[in-house]
């Protein structure tokens, strides 16, 4: 039963299963399975093709054999951190099937396995998203140049970190998939898949942790059990002793690695173009932003609210981007969500006769700024003049700001006053 029915609220009905939102996404074209499949060649062809400078694929196999050894997966100095594991005990073991494999066939599955949870996840929430009866999802994209544009425009972050073997598209389709089944009010398979990114990768708390603002019982009790069982459960492949001795490795990992030369956070835009370093000025920014953050949720787009997804999703994946102190190449994978749900908006305003001149603004600017500069059909020399090479920051502080406006200046209505008009 729909658990925000208990709370008084009256929902429309939603895929109640993942393969049921499945069937929405691929059946309203058969373009989409033809262009899906293109994108994965593409990736495939890159790794298949090309010598890449980082593959990521042996470092998670070789912690993986080495946990199954009682070996020390992790950077022991901050020197080693840059390429050394930082990810989660359980993430270790999990992977340790995948590395078994032959290197090809492991390698292939596990580019399959993050591009499949990314695009399940992706078209999840769009499908909720986008659930009004005059403008779903197949509404919108009902040419198939439109579907192209979309998929081209979440295809370059996305590639990058499937290419070299991050499970950063992975995690974000575990986020997308975990926010639309809370907006669902699927609570308990919310907070099992949030706790799992979570542990993986300890970015997605900032989603998981917001959602508790709606003190939906359900959630926070499937989240919190969910984490700690993430935390225990390697002990029953590794032993009790091993798997805590490698949790307070993995603790200490955490707070290992503060050299920001080449992340890109807003911190280190800051220091590399204004010789900013106020530290304890920033530190307070970043409060008063989680604080803005939090306050907003609750008043403006909690996702309990019709259409409080377009911007949730949004503000927490560039609010991630811009205050984490590792930032990286890898992880602007968060923003393709973001260029799809802008593209959709432009496409639903369109639909309904409305001036769509800022979002196509604001989209132009973004993915010129993040992405576009970084493609070889920009001059390499021209990234580098523009904001040393930081312009992803730029581009994502513009798109952060644009959201953050966008949601303060109309609070979209709550599901159960929508109900009452």
């Known amino acids: 039963m729909n658990n925000l029915s208990s709370l008084g609220v009256k929902t429309p009905p939603y895929p109640e299963t993942t393969l049921e939102?499945?069937?929405?996404?691929?059946?309203?074209?058969?373009?989409?399975?033809?262009?899906?499949?293109?994108?994965?060649?593409?990736?495939?062809?890159?790794?298949?093709?090309?010598?890449?400078?980082i593959n990521v694929y042996n470092t998670y196999a070789a912690a993986a054999q080495k946990l199954a050894n009682h070996m020390y997966p992790y950077p022991r100095e901050a020197v080693?951190?840059?390429?050394?594991?930082?990810?989660s005990t359980l993430f270790g073991v999990l992977f340790y099937p995948i590395q078994a494999?032959?290197?090809?066939?492991?390698?292939?599955?596990?580019?399959?396995?993050?591009?499949?949870?990314?695009?399940?996840?992706?078209?999840?929430?769009?499908?909720?998203?986008?659930?009004?009866?005059?403008?779903?999802?197949?509404?919108?994209?009902?040419?198939?140049?439109?579907?192209?544009?979309?998929?081209?425009?979440?295809?370059?972050?996305?590639?990058?970190?499937?290419?070299?073997?991050?499970?950063?598209?992975?995690i974000c389709g575990m986020m997308l998939l975990g926010l639309a089944f809370y907006a669902q009010g699927r609570n308990f398979s919310a907070g099992i898949i949030l706790a799992l990114a979570s542990n993986f990768k300890i970015f997605p708390l900032a989603l998981a942790l917001l959602l508790?603002?709606?003190?939906?019982?359900?959630?926070?009790?499937?989240?919190?059990?969910?984490?700690?069982?993430?935390?225990?459960?390697?002990?029953?492949?590794?032993?009790?002793?091993?798997?805590?001795?490698?949790?307070?490795?993995?603790?200490?990992?955490?707070?290992?690695?503060?050299?920001?030369?080449?992340?890109?956070?807003?911190?280190?835009?800051?220091?590399?173009?204004?010789?900013?370093?106020?530290?304890?000025?920033?530190?307070?920014?970043?409060v008063l932003n989680i604080l803005l953050l939090c306050v907003g949720y609750r008043f403006s787009?909690?996702?309990?609210?019709?259409?409080?997804?377009?911007?949730?999703?949004?503000?927490?994946?560039?609010?991630?981007?811009?205050?984490?102190?590792?930032?990286?190449?890898?992880?602007?994978?968060?923003?393709?969500?973001?260029?799809?749900l802008m593209f959709l908006a432009i496409l639903e305003k369109i639909n309904e006769g409305r001036n769509a001149t800022q979002e196509i603004t604001f989209l132009a600017i973004g993915y010129f700024l993040i992405t576009h500069l970084r493609t070889d059909l920009m001059p390499s020399v021209v990234g580098a003049l523009l904001f040393h090479d930081k312009s992803q920051v730029l581009g994502s502080l513009i798109l952060y700001l644009y959201f953050a406006r966008q949601a303060w200046k109309k609070p979209v209505a709550s599901e159960s006053a929508q109900e009452q008009r």
Do not use: C
């Not at 080693?80 to 990810?87: D, N, P």
């Not at 659930?131 to 919108?140: D, F, I, V």
């Not at 920001?260 to 106020?278: I, Q, R």
């Open 21 to 53: 939102a499945l069937r929405k996404i691929a059946g309203f074209k058969p373009a989409i399975l033809i262009f899906t499949a293109i994108m994965f060649a593409m990736i495939v062809s890159q790794v298949i093709t090309r010598e890449l400078p």
């Open 80 to 87: 080693e951190f840059h390429a050394g594991y930082k990810y």
């Open 101 to 170: 494999l032959p290197f090809e066939l492991g390698r292939f599955l596990w580019i399959l396995i993050n591009f499949s949870v990314f695009m399940l996840g992706l078209g999840t929430f769009l499908v909720h998203v986008f659930k009004n009866k005059n403008h779903t999802l197949a509404a919108l994209l009902d040419k198939p140049y439109k579907l192209a544009i979309l998929l081209i425009l979440i295809f370059n972050e996305m590639s990058v970190s499937i290419k070299i073997g991050q499970a950063n598209s992975l």
């Open 212 to 286: 508790l603002w709606d003190f939906r019982q359900a959630y926070w009790k499937s989240f919190l059990l969910g984490y700690i069982a993430a935390l225990l459960l390697p002990a029953l492949v590794l032993g009790w002793s091993w798997n805590m001795e490698m949790l307070m490795a993995w603790h200490k990992t955490l707070f290992l690695d503060f050299n920001t030369e080449s992340k890109l956070s807003l911190m280190t835009f800051l220091e590399a173009n204004f010789n900013f370093n106020g530290s304890l000025v920033y530190r307070g920014f970043v």
């Open 301 to 340: 787009f909690s996702a309990s609210r019709s259409g409080g997804l377009r911007f949730l999703y949004p503000l927490t994946a560039l609010f991630i981007l811009l205050f984490n102190h590792r930032s990286e190449i890898e992880l602007f994978v968060l923003v393709s969500p973001v260029y799809a």
